[in-house]
């Protein structure tokens, strides 16, 4: 049974940082592209940064220069750093895969930016 379980999130004022952490189980995880995802109140869930098996990454416009994501193929997990985190950063945050399977989701974890 395959697990992504986020962890990491909180309450931030505008211009502080955050690490999530995304813990994966059940997968051989160092064989597939992961990606974190957002989806806050009242809008459609989006890719915010992907990694793939061999470490190269990409991410959204939106968070380009400020959020990075990383992965330990030893831990099975992958990693998003926000930085310079703005109030339009709220959001529920997840992982998957970086073509995410529906049965993956999980809870997320909640990033709130707020002074």
């Known amino acids: 049974q395959v697990q992504l379980v986020e962890s990491g999130g909180g309450l931030v004022q505008p211009g502080g940082s955050l690490r999530l952490s995304c813990a994966a189980s059940g997968i051989i995880f160092s064989v597939y592209a992961m990606a974190w995802y957002r989806q806050a109140p009242g809008k459609q869930r989006e890719l915010v940064a992907a990694?793939?098996?061999?470490?190269?990454?990409n991410s959204a416009d939106s968070v380009k220069g400020r959020f990075t994501i990383s992965r330990d193929n030893a831990k099975n997990t992958v990693y998003l750093q926000m930085n310079s985190l703005k109030p339009e950063d709220t959001a529920v945050y997840y992982c998957?895969?970086?073509?995410?399977?529906?049965?993956?989701w999980g809870q997320g974890t909640q990033v709130t930016v707020s002074s």
């Open positions: 998957n895969l970086g073509i995410p399977l529906p049965d993956y």
């Open positions: 990694i793939t098996s061999d470490g190269r990454t």
